[in-house]
Protein backbone atom coordinates (compact mmCIF):
# COMPACT_ATOMS: atom_id res chain seq x y z
CA UNK A 1 0.00 0.00 0.00
CA UNK A 2 2.05 3.55 -0.87
CA UNK A 3 2.52 5.69 1.76
CA UNK A 4 0.70 9.01 2.19
CA UNK A 5 -2.73 8.32 1.41
CA UNK A 6 -5.48 9.75 2.30
CA UNK A 7 -9.27 10.64 2.02
CA UNK A 8 -11.46 13.79 2.50
CA UNK A 9 -12.32 15.27 5.75
CA UNK A 10 -16.47 15.02 5.07
CA UNK A 11 -16.47 11.83 4.01
CA UNK A 12 -14.74 10.46 7.02
CA UNK A 13 -16.78 12.50 9.50
CA UNK A 14 -19.62 11.00 8.32
CA UNK A 15 -18.59 7.55 8.56
CA UNK A 16 -18.05 9.10 12.25
CA UNK A 17 -21.31 10.00 12.98
CA UNK A 18 -22.79 6.68 11.01
CA UNK A 19 -19.86 4.20 13.34
CA UNK A 20 -20.78 6.10 16.18
CA UNK A 21 -24.98 5.52 15.22
CA UNK A 22 -24.68 1.85 15.09
CA UNK A 23 -22.06 1.30 18.41
CA UNK A 24 -23.05 4.00 21.06
CA UNK A 25 -20.80 6.72 22.40
CA UNK A 26 -19.95 4.75 25.26
CA UNK A 27 -18.23 2.07 22.68
CA UNK A 28 -17.09 4.93 19.99
CA UNK A 29 -15.10 6.37 22.70
CA UNK A 30 -13.20 2.95 23.32
CA UNK A 31 -12.85 2.72 19.65
CA UNK A 32 -10.86 5.93 19.53
CA UNK A 33 -8.54 5.29 22.43
CA UNK A 34 -7.73 1.62 21.41
CA UNK A 35 -6.56 2.69 17.96
CA UNK A 36 -4.76 5.63 19.33
CA UNK A 37 -6.52 8.47 18.32
CA UNK A 38 -8.31 10.01 21.72
CA UNK A 39 -8.03 13.54 19.95
CA UNK A 40 -11.21 12.39 17.35
CA UNK A 41 -13.63 12.37 20.02
CA UNK A 42 -13.35 16.09 20.65
CA UNK A 43 -11.91 17.61 17.57
CA UNK A 44 -13.43 15.34 14.33
CA UNK A 45 -12.12 16.27 11.23
CA UNK A 46 -13.88 19.48 10.15
CA UNK A 47 -16.43 19.46 7.49
CA UNK A 48 -15.17 20.04 4.19
CA UNK A 49 -13.89 18.32 1.51
CA UNK A 50 -10.04 18.88 2.51
CA UNK A 51 -7.79 15.00 1.95
CA UNK A 52 -6.46 15.28 4.88
CA UNK A 53 -7.35 12.43 6.66
CA UNK A 54 -5.03 9.08 6.92
CA UNK A 55 -5.89 5.46 5.15
CA UNK A 56 -3.60 4.54 7.77
CA UNK A 57 -5.87 6.04 10.85
CA UNK A 58 -9.13 5.07 8.98
CA UNK A 59 -7.55 1.79 8.79
CA UNK A 60 -6.59 1.71 12.77
CA UNK A 61 -10.27 2.55 13.58
CA UNK A 62 -11.55 -0.40 11.93
CA UNK A 63 -9.15 -2.82 12.96
CA UNK A 64 -9.56 -1.15 16.86
CA UNK A 65 -13.51 -1.81 16.17
CA UNK A 66 -12.63 -5.33 15.28
CA UNK A 67 -10.78 -5.32 18.89
CA UNK A 68 -12.88 -3.73 21.26
CA UNK A 69 -16.21 -5.80 19.62
CA UNK A 70 -14.67 -8.97 18.54
CA UNK A 71 -14.81 -10.53 15.74
CA UNK A 72 -18.04 -11.57 14.71
CA UNK A 73 -19.21 -7.94 16.16
CA UNK A 74 -16.83 -6.15 14.50
CA UNK A 75 -18.28 -7.49 11.26
CA UNK A 76 -21.59 -6.43 11.67
CA UNK A 77 -21.15 -3.20 12.80
CA UNK A 78 -19.26 -2.40 10.03
CA UNK A 79 -21.40 -3.78 7.56
CA UNK A 80 -23.97 -1.19 9.55
CA UNK A 81 -21.59 1.41 9.81
CA UNK A 82 -20.95 1.32 5.75
CA UNK A 83 -24.22 1.19 4.75
CA UNK A 84 -25.62 4.15 7.38
CA UNK A 85 -22.09 6.18 5.75
CA UNK A 86 -23.53 5.59 2.39
CA UNK A 87 -27.04 6.94 3.31
CA UNK A 88 -25.54 9.99 5.04
CA UNK A 89 -22.92 9.94 2.00
CA UNK A 90 -26.22 10.33 -0.61
CA UNK A 91 -27.27 13.04 1.13
CA UNK A 92 -24.21 15.19 1.85
CA UNK A 93 -23.00 14.27 -1.68
CA UNK A 94 -25.61 13.66 -4.28
CA UNK A 95 -24.23 10.04 -5.16
CA UNK A 96 -27.74 8.74 -4.62
CA UNK A 97 -28.99 8.64 -9.02
CA UNK A 98 -32.51 9.56 -7.68
CA UNK A 99 -34.77 11.31 -4.79
CA UNK A 100 -36.99 8.67 -4.25
CA UNK A 101 -37.68 5.02 -5.98
CA UNK A 102 -39.40 5.53 -9.65
CA UNK A 103 -42.88 3.92 -9.94
CA UNK A 104 -41.73 1.00 -11.43
CA UNK A 105 -38.44 0.29 -10.04
CA UNK A 106 -36.77 -2.36 -11.71
CA UNK A 107 -33.79 -1.53 -13.79
CA UNK A 108 -31.55 -2.79 -16.40
CA UNK A 109 -28.75 -4.15 -15.06
CA UNK A 110 -26.31 -1.84 -17.34
CA UNK A 111 -27.85 1.04 -15.38
CA UNK A 112 -26.78 -0.42 -12.12
CA UNK A 113 -23.38 -0.53 -13.89
CA UNK A 114 -23.02 2.86 -15.32
CA UNK A 115 -24.49 4.03 -11.47
CA UNK A 116 -22.09 1.96 -9.72
CA UNK A 117 -19.06 3.39 -12.01
CA UNK A 118 -20.63 6.64 -11.14
CA UNK A 119 -19.66 6.13 -7.51
CA UNK A 120 -16.52 4.66 -8.59
CA UNK A 121 -15.14 7.57 -10.41
CA UNK A 122 -16.95 9.89 -7.51
CA UNK A 123 -14.50 8.12 -5.09
CA UNK A 124 -12.06 8.12 -6.79
CA UNK A 125 -12.13 11.90 -7.75
CA UNK A 126 -12.42 12.93 -4.14
CA UNK A 127 -9.90 10.81 -2.57
CA UNK A 128 -6.77 8.68 -2.98
CA UNK A 129 -8.63 5.48 -2.95
CA UNK A 130 -8.74 4.02 -6.62
CA UNK A 131 -11.63 1.62 -7.72
CA UNK A 132 -13.28 0.26 -11.01
CA UNK A 133 -16.28 -1.78 -11.42
CA UNK A 134 -16.94 -3.93 -14.39
CA UNK A 135 -19.18 -6.94 -15.40
CA UNK A 136 -17.98 -10.62 -14.04
CA UNK A 137 -16.23 -12.50 -16.85
CA UNK A 138 -18.45 -15.18 -18.20
CA UNK A 139 -20.39 -15.09 -15.52
CA UNK A 140 -23.63 -13.09 -13.94
CA UNK A 141 -23.54 -9.80 -12.03
CA UNK A 142 -20.45 -6.92 -11.50
CA UNK A 143 -17.17 -6.57 -9.54
CA UNK A 144 -16.48 -3.44 -7.42
CA UNK A 145 -12.82 -3.08 -7.10
CA UNK A 146 -10.62 -1.45 -4.63
CA UNK A 147 -7.41 -0.99 -5.50
CA UNK A 148 -6.15 1.21 -2.73
CA UNK A 149 -8.20 0.83 -0.14
CA UNK A 150 -7.98 3.16 3.32
CA UNK A 151 -10.27 0.10 4.97
CA UNK A 152 -7.01 -2.15 5.76
CA UNK A 153 -4.21 -0.36 4.34
CA UNK A 154 -2.36 -1.46 7.94
CA UNK A 155 -4.15 -4.49 8.55
CA UNK A 156 -2.38 -8.14 7.64
CA UNK A 157 -5.46 -10.93 7.90
CA UNK A 158 -6.19 -14.18 6.32
CA UNK A 159 -9.48 -13.58 5.01
CA UNK A 160 -11.01 -10.51 3.61
CA UNK A 161 -11.73 -7.65 6.41
CA UNK A 162 -13.68 -4.88 4.60
CA UNK A 163 -16.86 -5.04 5.87
CA UNK A 164 -17.30 -1.29 6.18
CA UNK A 165 -17.13 -1.28 2.32
CA UNK A 166 -19.34 -4.70 1.83
CA UNK A 167 -21.98 -2.11 3.81
CA UNK A 168 -21.37 0.67 1.75
CA UNK A 169 -21.07 -0.88 -1.62
CA UNK A 170 -24.45 -3.00 -0.52
CA UNK A 171 -26.28 0.20 0.49
CA UNK A 172 -25.17 1.63 -2.77
CA UNK A 173 -26.71 -0.74 -4.94
CA UNK A 174 -29.99 -1.05 -3.02
CA UNK A 175 -30.25 2.57 -3.59
CA UNK A 176 -28.92 2.60 -7.38
CA UNK A 177 -30.98 -0.73 -8.15
CA UNK A 178 -34.09 -0.18 -6.47
CA UNK A 179 -33.72 -3.65 -4.70
CA UNK A 180 -33.20 -5.86 -1.84
CA UNK A 181 -32.20 -8.66 -4.30
CA UNK A 182 -28.79 -8.03 -4.81
CA UNK A 183 -25.73 -9.50 -2.40
CA UNK A 184 -22.40 -8.35 -2.04
CA UNK A 185 -19.86 -10.27 -0.68
CA UNK A 186 -15.51 -9.59 -0.58
CA UNK A 187 -14.13 -12.71 -1.80
CA UNK A 188 -10.38 -11.19 -1.90
CA UNK A 189 -8.55 -8.69 -0.11
CA UNK A 190 -5.46 -6.85 -0.14
CA UNK A 191 -4.68 -7.16 3.23
CA UNK A 192 -4.86 -11.11 2.81
CA UNK A 193 -2.72 -11.16 -0.30
CA UNK A 194 -5.33 -10.09 -2.94
CA UNK A 195 -4.13 -7.98 -6.16
CA UNK A 196 -7.38 -5.86 -4.67
CA UNK A 197 -10.17 -5.71 -2.24
CA UNK A 198 -12.96 -7.62 -4.45
CA UNK A 199 -16.37 -7.14 -4.09
CA UNK A 200 -19.01 -9.77 -6.32
CA UNK A 201 -22.40 -8.17 -7.08
CA UNK A 202 -24.95 -10.73 -8.11
CA UNK A 203 -28.42 -11.34 -7.83
CA UNK A 204 -29.22 -13.41 -5.45
CA UNK A 205 -32.43 -12.75 -3.68
CA UNK A 206 -33.03 -10.29 -0.12
CA UNK A 207 -30.04 -9.49 1.12
CA UNK A 208 -31.10 -9.18 5.21
CA UNK A 209 -27.64 -8.87 6.97
Known amino acids: MPEGMFLPNRFVLITLMALKE ?30 EFSNEHFSKLFA ?43 IEPDVLLIRLNRLSNFLNSISDMRSIVCKREGQEGFEFLILQCPNCSQMKVT ?8 GFIDQ ?27 FL ?4 GPNNL
Open 159 to 166: EPTCAFFE
Open 201 to 204: ITES
Open 64 to 106: SLTDVMGARGGRSLSIRAGRKTMKLSGMHFGTSPLLQAPSTPA
Open 22 to 51: VVGAGAMKAIYHHAGLPDLEAAPPPNNMDC
Open 172 to 198: AVKDFSYSDNFKVTETECLAAGGASCK
